[in-house]
């Protein structure tokens, strides 16, 4: 037996290995215990953070692929982006935009389209989709259809210089000080040519004396008579000539978004959304238009696919055809430039002088000196209105009219206007154009009427193209927020909650 001695007594040097052996076992136990803690602590812990971040990712790219989604036939014809919730069907709303996030996210989430993922890999994170709900959406007609203007104005903010707004600015100063939208100068023709019947119906037939020995019968006779038969034309033909060149298009409003509107039977979204500042609003609206202009038809520059060709035409005036938005813009435009030119005529003195020649010669052969003044004015504004025919003949064949007139600008002479040809027309001079004197009429409509139109218009021409008929605006998200929840088998949760927007 091997034995020793420590400190006097006898010990067996192989039990002492043996005891020695059993600390270790026991020693390296406890250290494995210990390192297998931390190291399943450490697993568990990149799975969740790792499982985390995945939940993370997998949101932000659903969220981006449903924004991907965007409407093509919206974006193609007037460059604006949002996502159609109604994907084609007959129904729109959150629940459609739901499911196709929740699509997104559960095929990112799986393992399926792995080459023998049964067989080599392993779901480390055993992430699966629980919840997906859209909390607030941001819809195209909101707040009056604001971002729908708004979204309009970015579309081409980059591309309108303001030079352009400071003369528009001009051109309304003109319009609104000299009050050249109020038309009166057609009620005062009227009123005018009534008085001038009661003198006609009083002397006509009359026997007045010549001379001595010599009497006639008076002729009592009003010399814008001429003018005024080809007036009852109507102005449209006047101006245009051949009517069958007009287009016959016609909507039907009742089923178009500013009607919904109005009865309160839209979408509506619950996002936070901060409108300009009494500063900017000049400008978006400035900018706004120029947007309808650059993706609009009007007469002149239509488009063959639009619902309405005159589209422009229909935002100012509101009518359900081509004719009627086109009739009433030209009949404004007539009220504009007949008091523009009646205002040039009273200033003139050497065209005042020869209008005072006119109706003085007219009333000495009947001997009717007080009916001098009547006829005047009645002369004046017939001349007025023909040059006004000539001025927007001008206008809708390419030409361009200043709003006030000069000598220099000036057309008709007094006998060819009393003549009532109205056939001349130009393409030339300096001025205005017609899509210049549309700018004058938006501007002067109130702004949420003519936002409401031309989101009829919008609406309407999608629904032509093919798996459109059903689009509706107020469908339309631009920015959504969804609140996901994503659990693992592991047995723990993540909720999400993501913002995005187009912006």
């Not at 007959?90 to 929740?102: F, I, P, S, V």
């Not at 007009?246 to 309160?264: F, T």
């Not at 309808?292 to 488009?303: A, P, T």
Request: aromatic letters at 8%.
């Amino acid at each position: 037996m091997d034995k020793g001695y420590i400190y006097g007594k006898i010990y067996d040097r192989r039990a002492v290995g043996q005891l020695h052996n059993a600390y270790l076992t026991v020693t390296l136990a406890l250290c494995l215990a210990v390192v297998l803690s931390l190291f399943l602590t450490l697993i568990d812990g990149v799975r969740r953070n790792g499982a985390r971040l995945e939940a993370e990712c997998v949101t932000d790219i659903g969220l981006q692929s449903i924004l991907a989604e965007y409407h093509r036939e919206l974006m193609k014809q007037y460059n604006l982006f949002a996502i159609d919730s109604s994907y084609g069907t007959a129904g729109c709303g959150k629940a459609n935009t739901e499911a196709h996030l929740l699509r997104y996210l559960s095929g990112n989430l799986s393992y399926d389209d792995i080459f023998l993922s049964d067989y080599l890999y392993r779901d480390f994170l055993g992430l699966a989709v629980e919840r997906v709900e859209l909390t607030k959406v941001s819809i195209l007609t909101d707040h009056g259809g604001a971002l729908f203007r708004s979204d309009a104005v970015e579309a081409v903010k980059a591309d309108v210089g303001l030079g352009l707004l400071q003369e528009l600015q001009s051109w309304m100063q003109n319009v609104e000080i000299n009050g050249l939208e109020e038309g009166t100068e057609e009620n005062q023709k009227q009123e005018l040519d009534s008085e001038i019947r009661e003198w006609v119906n009083e002397y006509d037939g009359r026997e007045i004396q010549v001379s001595e020995d010599e009497w006639k019968r008076a002729e009592v006779k009003n010399p814008t008579d001429g003018l005024e038969a080809k007036k009852r034309m109507g102005l449209l033909r006047l101006v245009v000539g051949d009517e069958a060149n007009i287009s016959p298009n016609v909507i039907h409003p009742e089923s178009l978004i500013l009607n919904r509107m109005q009865q309160g039977q839209i979408n509506y979204g619950n996002m936070a959304w901060e409108g300009n500042t009494e500063t900017e609003q000049l400008t978006e609206r400035f900018l706004f238009q120029e947007y309808l202009l650059r993706y609009m038809g009007r007469f002149g520059k239509e488009c063959e696919e639009d619902a309405l060709r005159y589209q422009i035409e229909y935002l100012i005036a509101g009518k359900e055809s081509d004719v009627e938005n086109l009739k009433s813009v030209v009949n404004r435009l007539c009220i504009l430039r007949e008091a523009a030119n009646a205002m040039y005529l009273m200033s003139n003195e050497a065209k005042r002088g020869e209008i005072r020649l006119v109706a003085a010669a007219a009333c000495t052969l009947i001997t009717l000196p007080a009916l001098t003044p009547l006829l005047e004015s009645a002369i004046l504004l017939a001349w007025a209105y023909a040059e006004s025919v000539y001025d927007i003949r001008t206008l809708l064949a390419g030409g361009k009219v200043p709003v006030l007139k000069d000598d220099g600008s000036w057309h008709y002479s007094l006998s060819a206007a009393l003549n009532g040809s109205l056939q001349d027309e130009s393409t030339g001079g300096e001025g205005l154009a017609y899509e210049d004197y549309l700018r004058i009429f938006m501007m002067l409509s109130d702004l949420d009427m003519l936002t409401g139109r031309a989101m009829d218009m919008v609406e309407a021409d999608i629904r032509k193209t093919p798996g459109n008929a059903a689009f509706r605006l107020d469908g339309c998200f631009k920015a959504v927020e969804a609140h996901i929840r994503i659990g693992s088998s592991y047995g723990f949760q993540y909720e999400i909650t993501r913002q995005k927007s187009y912006e």
